[in-house]
């Protein structure tokens, strides 16, 4: 523990490059609150690092006098952190590693200070039943994938979500109950930031039945600046990853625009048309969107969801010039979150088909109606 006088001076500068935080590894509690109370006072311990006496924690004959009240040799931290290496296992904790704890966690704060505004973006979150789980999104995962294209604009995020819900997905209400909900939340939350241009940007994260999450990227539009996040199971994370070489998707267009029109999009698993002619019967004009293998994880890149919206939108305009504005687009996806987000920020109310939205459900015996847009 110290026993020197650290002057005014050199405290308020490690307030600062350390942004009032414990700077012991994996900790960065805040200093300046108590997080159960949430009462304001001042928590911080400073710590040295070569002790400011010889015989002190991994103190030294001439550097302890020497650098007894030089910031390059102090720490802010909480109480747990300063005892932990001073009492409880110093030799823990020699002087390199806590050489290494603090130019790793002043150069964050140095990062993160230097930000200019356009890197910052406003989280958006939705969330709903899927069968009978509730996927709860969390702050720090989203965060961890944002950075450091983008920073969190505000904390906490917006969140839409219908937590806790005794409905489920294979109920009929639940279409109607879920879609207004959050056609609610959105006009609370969302619209009037849009309208006031307080957003400049959307970060977007989404975990819900497809048919839903096409209805928030419509709610969204393409209008505002967004990037649409994708949760991957290897590794499992929200980070976009690097796109594969040589990625393309398929389109298989209908031997007859004779029928009713239909989009397959056979992406995270193969939809066989058979099980879409069970559901309309067989006067349907099957339009496909696929890839050489449709798998769960197959989008690992931003670029590869950018090269979606391209081939859809081009896909959509053939199956307007074949079957005409008027007719009525069937909509069948076994697609990832962030593609189903995107297929409704693509769609333009003016200008495209109305669109019914299909979903797989085993408890229903497999595809039926969830909604038009």
Not at 17 to 34: K, S
Not at 204 to 209: C, D, V
Request: proline content about 6%.
């Amino acid at each position: 523990m110290s026993i020197s006088y650290i002057p005014e001076k050199t405290r308020m500068r490690l307030w600062g490059v350390a942004a009032g935080r414990c700077q012991y590894e994996g900790c960065n509690e805040p200093l300046w609150r108590d997080s159960l109370t949430q009462t304001e006072f001042n928590s911080a311990y400073i710590a040295h690092i070569i002790a400011d006496k010889p015989d002190g924690p991994r103190g030294d004959p001439i550097l302890s006098e020497q650098l007894k009240d030089h910031i390059s040799n102090l720490m802010l931290m909480c109480d747990v952190h300063h005892r932990l290496i001073d009492r409880e296992n110093v030799d823990g904790h020699p002087v390199e590693r806590l050489w290494a704890m603090k130019k790793k966690h002043e150069g964050r704060i140095e990062l993160l200070g230097s930000l200019m505004e356009e890197k910052r973006s406003h989280i958006l979150m939705y969330g709903a039943n899927v069968g009978e789980h509730f996927a709860p999104l969390s702050w720090e995962r989203v965060v961890s994938a944002m950075i450091p294209e983008w920073y969190p604009a505000e904390k906490p995020a917006i969140e839409l979500s219908l937590k806790n819900s005794s409905f489920q997905d294979h109920e009929k209400m639940y279409w109607q109950i879920e879609r207004e909900h959050l056609r609610r939340q959105f006009d609370q939350s969302v619209r009037p930031r849009l309208a006031s241009g307080e957003v400049g940007h959307f970060s977007i994260f989404g975990m819900a039945p497809q048919p839903l999450l096409v209805e928030f990227g419509r709610l969204l539009s393409d209008i505002p600046a967004a990037e649409v996040y994708q949760l991957h199971r290897e590794p499992p994370d929200w980070k976009w990853q690097e796109s594969p070489h040589d990625f393309n998707y398929i389109v298989n267009q209908p031997p007859s625009y004779a029928g009713v029109p239909v989009l397959n999009l056979s992406l995270s698993a193969s939809i066989d048309d058979s099980r879409i002619r069970k559901v309309l019967g067989e006067g349907v004009s099957i339009w496909t969107v696929t890839i050489d293998t449709p798998h769960n994880d197959f989008l690992q890149g931003i670029e590869q969801l950018r090269q979606f919206r391209q081939s859809l939108r081009r896909t959509m305009d053939e199956i307007k010039l074949a079957h005409g504005q008027e007719a009525l687009l069937h909509l069948f996806p076994a697609v990832p979150v962030s593609v189903a987000i995107e297929i409704g920020r693509l769609w333009m109310p003016k200008a495209d088909m109305a669109v019914r939205i299909y979903d797989q459900n085993k408890k229903n015996g497999g595809f039926s109606a969830a909604f038009d847009i």
